[in-house]
């Protein structure tokens, strides 16, 4: 099982957090705005690489923060962690 | 007798305890330390077994975990259905029968005992997983660094332990599996294993003391894991190799050396390396007459094993091609040496083929994961020998599990599949209870030969956890029963249970379902609550309703983006019922805010959807709005809440007892008041779920019990009846409320639920509102919700049941939507239906069907609200 690098509780095991997938994907400042290719895009489209990930987690059952982590997809090796809101590139 | 017990030696047995046992009806004897394969061999039980397909006659063939034939039933003391006799510490009183191959349940499962299982976790520096050589010089190796280490070994006996204080040592541990950052799942089996079961972890403080018949599932967490799991021998395919006395050359030396048993009188040994070749030596000295040694490195070949019941014959094919027959029982076979390395292989380890050990050895893993001794590839150098080309291709077993020979690789091979991993769903190699232990590598280079590819070309086919079998009984572990999942109740629970209420789940709730009254059926109950209900008044327990204070200054803006209504007008005092909709503008939940105070609101969730909304709500504050200054906490267990509704319900409260004005202009619908009840302090809303003039009354929770029995006794005079969900949801289908997740499935928009008026637009953004333009959300088609009447109005349809426009009678018929919610109405006189319908807002009145297999049933679409469509009844 994989350990979670929760940047509040340290590393923790996977069965504490729900995934968020992708991170950086911010909500529109103005959605009404986008066409419907646009708000699609926004809505269903993520990106799918082989290697670094920066994905969104919640430590739902520690300290109910949301958090943004990069992960490795091949090799499931975590990056050191950042804040909320200032999501690793 | 071929096979016994020799006069004296074998490390692992102490002669001194005799134990007594059954096999397939006969009772047998052993020794303390032995298998029940060693103990059958003792005995001169060599055969006796069948294999599962083609019902051949098989043998004792490994001494290990790889062992593909020799499978029994163990029914004392303890139940197992399948489990390889190679495996089973002997214990007195063991009574085992041989299975071919696949295991077979009781049919009463209470008829057996099976050991208990705890599940304990270990946190340590260095996991060592194998207690061979160098598994122990690894755990002394890591020793003496600070940290802990555990060394397990599936073995019930452990040559030279290491003693020094911080390493732990368990045997009869099997690892089934290693995962990702250290994790492995370890399961310790008590059988077998004498001695105290006190575990220490470095320090003596931290004693954990385990249960001396029970089994342990280990869930270790380690920085480092070292696999120093040894090799598996490989046999060679050739004409007859899976009869009774063809056996692994290492499994005769272990059977020697370990157990002190000779496992045949007359012996010849086929290898092409040198450890295999000396197996010879440890026979002869155990008196074993060695008819021939046949050293497939010089071309020699052992080309046909032959017999009855069991091997009586070999012939043996010369390098100059003459042919000679030998009369043996015995045939030791060594083709060479595997690294074992299937647990390496479930966590992403890689393979590298050794052209000098004709094999496969670990090459690149994860960072913490090692491999030490055998397993890491120091095996015997070996001749590649994969096949005996001489012979009948289809008595050449490769997988004796599962039965496949030479020729079902062939065929698999002549239909066209080129991959090691089709080859094996074709065939089944590698799928048996061995996992193909002693079949993985030649299966893949017969492939590559066949093919004319390299050898090493595709590899083994992969391996995944549990490493040996496993109970599911030993991972459940205490996870059964009341503690598969948390049970929440409500603190009117007793009282429930008391009143002979029948529950159902939600979530993880129990809530009251009907209330059974003189033995009558479930249909009784829910006709009598709702008619109390629509006639009189009823009482429900609705305390699991999700609830979460959303305070602080920006609490009004954030809830104005949450649901598809506005919240920030909302007046101190009133009620609004709100939507909430996915980003993908899908219906996600329902429920009230309250606005207690004007930065402190109190919204409700469904029961199922609390901590979803919370979760959703914290993920928008914390990753999106991070500059709101809003706080949510949950408060679903902190009220209890009591949902009184009927025509009486205002003199019920009356008579509970409040301070409260209930007039109806001082206390208006979707409001609410701070008061006491029944002396209790109590917050009463009157919002309705029945259409019925009702009263929530929300109380701290542990008067919640008290008040509801308070509310029942006042209640009586009025007819009071407590009711359950199911009638909860017969009084709000006739209304026409929908119940997310039940009536809308994530697919479901406001528009489709003909509640437009819930989506103010004009407010600004909110979750989901950009998605309500879509051109697949706007389309005329899409289901909408309808209310259907049965023109019988005596047949139910049932919930999920397909709708048809027309009665064609035709399979297959376009399908126009379907029923998402059945009930028979007490109020109406009859049955009726919510559905999704395509079209269905422009579909009042027209016939529908419900073609079920034994009749069609006609409907008729009608608006979704069934009753009081003009909401007369809700101030009473």
């Not at chain 2, 009143?499 to 479930?522: I, L, S």
């Not at chain 2, 901590?611 to 999106?624: K, N």
Request: aromatic fraction near 8%; glycine fraction near 12%; charge should be negative.
């Amino acid at each position: 099982m994989l350990l979670v690098p929760c940047p509040w509780c340290g590393p923790r095991e996977a069965i504490e957090f729900r995934y968020g997938g992708q991170a950086g994907i911010a909500y529109p400042d103005d959605a009404e705005a986008l066409s419907d290719e646009a708000w699609a895009d926004f809505l269903f489209m993520r990106d799918n690489p082989k290697g670094a990930f920066a994905e969104r987690w919640y430590h739902v059952a520690g300290c109910r923060r949301w958090f943004d982590a990069v992960r490795d997809t091949v090799t499931h090796a975590f990056l050191p962690p950042d804040r909320p809101g200032r999501p690793r590139r | 007798m071929t096979s016994g017990r020799l006069a004296d030696g074998g490390a692992w047995i102490d002669r001194s305890k005799p134990v007594g046992f059954t096999f397939d009806g006969a009772e047998l004897g052993g020794v303390e330390g032995d298998t029940l394969a060693s103990a059958l061999l003792a005995n001169g039980v060599v055969g006796g077994f069948r294999s599962p397909i083609l019902g051949r006659p098989r043998g004792i063939y490994a001494a290990g975990v790889e062992e593909p034939n020799a499978y029994t039933e163990i029914s004392a003391p303890w139940f197992d259905p399948i489990a390889a006799a190679t495996t089973v510490p002997l214990v007195d009183g063991l009574v085992a029968r041989s299975r071919a191959g696949v295991g077979r349940l009781p049919a009463d499962p209470g008829s057996v005992t099976s050991p208990g299982v705890r599940h304990r976790f270990a946190h340590v520096e260095v996991l060592v997983i194998g207690g061979g050589a160098s598994g122990r010089a690894a755990a002394r190796a890591a020793s003496g660094d600070g940290g802990r280490v555990l060394l397990v070994d599936e073995h019930t006996v452990l040559d030279d332990p290491p003693t020094v204080h911080d390493v732990t040592v368990r045997s009869g541990a099997t690892a089934l599996g290693v995962y990702d950052n250290g994790y492995a799942v370890v399961l310790e089996r008590s059988r077998g294993v004498s001695g105290t079961r006190t575990v220490t972890f470095t320090d003596e403080r931290h004693q954990i003391p385990l249960p001396p018949t029970e089994d342990i599932l280990w869930h270790v967490r380690a920085g480092r894991v070292v696999l120093a799991t040894g090799a598996i021998e490989r046999p060679i395919a050739l004409a007859g190799n899976d009869l009774p006395g063809v056996m692994l050359a290492g499994a005769a030396e272990t059977y020697v050396e370990r157990y002190g048993v000779r496992p045949g009188e007359r012996a010849a040994v086929f290898a092409a390396n040198d450890l295999g070749l000396g197996v010879a030596d440890v026979l002869r000295e155990a008196g074993v007459d060695v008819a021939r040694i046949v050293d497939a490195r010089s071309g020699e070949l052992v080309i046909e094993a032959s017999g009855g019941e069991r091997l009586e014959r070999i012939l043996v094919r010369t390098t100059d091609g003459r042919e000679e027959a030998f009369d043996v029982d015995l045939l030791a076979v060594s083709g060479g040496w595997n690294p074992n390395l299937g647990l390496w292989r479930s966590i992403g380890g890689g393979l590298r083929y050794d052209d000098e050990r004709a094999t496969f050895v670990p090459d690149g893993g994860p960072p913490w994961l090692s491999v030490e001794g055998s397993a890491a590839g120091h095996v015997p150098a070996s001749t590649p020998i994969w096949v005996v080309e001489y012979g009948d291709d289809a008595a050449k077993f490769v997988d004796l599990q599962r039965d496949q020979t030479v020729a079902d690789i062939a065929e698999a091979l002549g239909g066209g599949l080129r991959s090691v991993e089709h080859v094996k769903r074709a065939t089944y190699i590698g799928t048996a209870v061995d996992q193909g232990r002693t079949s993985g590598v030649i299966a893949a280079e017969i492939v590559s030969q066949l093919l004319g590819e390299a050898a090493g070309a595709q590899g083994p086919s992969n391996a995944r956890p549990p490493y040996a079998p496993a109970s599911y009984l030993a991972l459940a572990g205490p996870t059964r029963g009341d503690l598969l999942d948390p049970i929440r109740t409500t603190p009117m629970h007793p009282w429930h249970v008391a009143h002979g209420a029948g529950f159902e789940n939600v979530g993880q709730w129990k809530r009251p379902w009907y209330f059974p009254r003189d033995a009558e059926p479930m249909e009784r109950s829910v006709e009598r609550e709702c008619l109390a209900v629509r006639n009189a008044v009823g009482a429900i327990d609705a305390s699991t309703l999700g609830k979460i204070e959303v305070v602080g200054a920006d609490a009004p803006a954030f809830l104005d983006r949450m649901y598809t209504n506005r919240m920030s007008n909302l007046a101190v005092g009133s009620i609004r019922y709100g939507l909430m909709l996915g980003l993908d503008g899908m219906v996600l939940d329902d429920g009230v805010a309250m606005r207690l105070a004007e930065h402190r609101y109190l919204v409700t969730t469904t029961t199922g959807g609390a901590a979803l909304i919370l979760d959703r709500f914290e993920e928008w504050l914390q990753a999106e709005w991070p500059e709101l200054r809003v706080f949510c906490t949950s408060v679903t267990e902190q009220w209890a809440v009591i949902a009184i509704n009927g025509p009486r319900a205002r003199e019920v409260v009356s008579a509970t007892g409040t301070d409260v004005d209930l007039s109806r202009s001082a206390f208006p619908f979707m409001t609410f008041r701070d008061g006491h009840v029944a002396g209790v302090p109590a917050r009463l809303a009157r919002v309705s779920f029945s259409g019925e003039l009702a009263y929530e009354l929300h109380v701290p929770a542990w008067h919640g019990l008290d008040l509801w029995e308070a509310v029942m006794a006042a209640g009586e005079p009025f007819g009071i009846e407590p009711y359950g969900t199911e009638a909860m949801h017969v009084l709000r289908a006739e209304k026409g409320y929908v119940l997310v997740g039940q009536d809308t499935d994530g697919s479901v928009t406001p528009h489709d639920l003909g509640m437009d008026w819930i989506v103010n637009l004009a407010k600004g953004d909110f979750v989901g509102r950009r998605s309500l333009r879509r051109s697949d959300i706007v389309r005329p088609d899409r289901k909408h919700l309808v209310g259907l009447f049965p023109v019988d109005p005596e047949a139910l349809v049932p919930e999920g049941a397909q709708l048809v426009l027309e009665d064609t009678g035709e399979i297959p018929m376009p399908l126009a939507g379907h029923v998402t919610s059945s009930y028979r109405s007490p109020a109406l006189g009859r049955t009726f239906a919510l559905a999704m319908l395509a079209g269905g807002h422009e579909l009042h009145g027209r016939t529908v069907y419900v073609p079920l297999p034994e009749a069609t049933v006609p409907c008729t679409v009608t608006s979704s609200v069934s009753y009081d469509p003009d909401g007369e009844r809700r101030d009473g």
